[in-house]
């Protein structure tokens, strides 16, 4: 009886230790990685991360008691470090069928439009969309979902296709008319257009090019009931106006609509 009794208790024992160590591993802090780019993401006077969507990851990290250093750096490297490291979590993600299986997914924290713009100077009131890669440079960054569409359009990287670090660039880029064309997503609109008149131009629509969503991608070890959370938590923000708060002063309605309604509808 003795022995049996003996048995049981080590057996009980090491069964609650593997349940606490598989706990304390689950809630491990998470290491958040984002990149330069306000309003969602940027680093104030004072040298500390913030913007909007930011302020939002860590209103979940306080409602989940989901401790974790956030991190920001050029998004090329996030994306090298996300894809390969544990306990990882890059936003804002564009989530593409190429990258589906590098990650699991969070979102969407945006869903937006992005089109192709340039200065009514250099391209003119309607130039012929069947010939931009013929006869324009267009400019993206290096690593971005926006490449791939372009490059399907005809723009060859090197030649037609300006690549830059960092999305901001185009811009410079565009007003010093070393490019003539650049992808800007809704959710910049207002601020580009604001910078392009005080330089003194005009902004033209050329081309949509898609819709888009962005996420916050996971790497691949975090448990899928940890996701969960993140998501449940993510979808209760949109319903109880704690993303509208943050995002209202600097996106439009209907970004800001999207998601609400994306949260209210049966997820079948």
């Given amino acids: 009886m003795k022995s049996e009794y003996r048995f049981f208790s080590i ?3 090491w069964l609650l230790g593997l349940f606490f160590s598989g706990y304390c591993l689950a809630q491990q802090p998470l290491h958040l990685l984002t990149e330069h780019n306000p ?3 940027y680093l104030n006077a004072q040298g500390e991360i913030t913007g909007v969507t930011a302020e939002l990851i860590r209103v979940l990290q ?4 989901e401790p974790g250093t956030m991190q920001l750096m050029p998004w090329g490297r996030a994306l090298n470090i996300a894809r390969t490291a544990e306990n990882t979590a890059l936003f804002e993600t564009v989530r593409t069928a190429e990258r589906e299986h590098w990650f699991k997914w969070v979102g969407p924290l945006k869903h937006y439009q992005i089109s ?3 200065l009514k100077e250099r391209v003119g009131e309607r130039p012929d969309l069947n010939a931009l890669a013929a006869n324009y440079t267009a400019c993206s960054y290096r690593n971005s979902a ?3 569409e ?3 359009r005809g ?3 090197g030649k037609t296709l300006v690549l830059t670090s960092k999305s901001g660039d185009c811009l410079n880029m565009l007003l010093l008319g070393r490019v003539d064309l650049t ?4 959710l910049s609109l207002p601020e580009f257009i604001a910078s392009v008149q005080q330089a003194g131009h005009e902004l033209i629509l050329v081309q949509y090019l898609s819709g888009r969503k962005r996420y916050l991608a996971f790497s691949r070890d975090i448990a899928d009931e940890r996701i969960a959370r993140w998501q449940q938590a993510l979808e209760q923000s949109y319903r109880d106006g704690t993303m509208r708060k943050l995002y209202q002063p600097v996106y439009a309605e209907a970004i800001i609509q999207r998601l609400e309604d994306f949260a209210v509808q049966p997820k079948y």
């Fill in 183 to 186: 992808a800007v997503s809704e």
């Fill in 39 to 41: 309003p969602g993401e």
């Fill in 62 to 65: 306080q409602r989940l008691d």
């Fill in 11 to 13: 057996r009980y024992k």
């Fill in 155 to 157: 723009f060859i990287e």
């Fill in 150 to 152: 372009l490059k399907q």
């Fill in 146 to 148: 926006t490449v791939d």
């Fill in 116 to 118: 192709l713009y340039g």
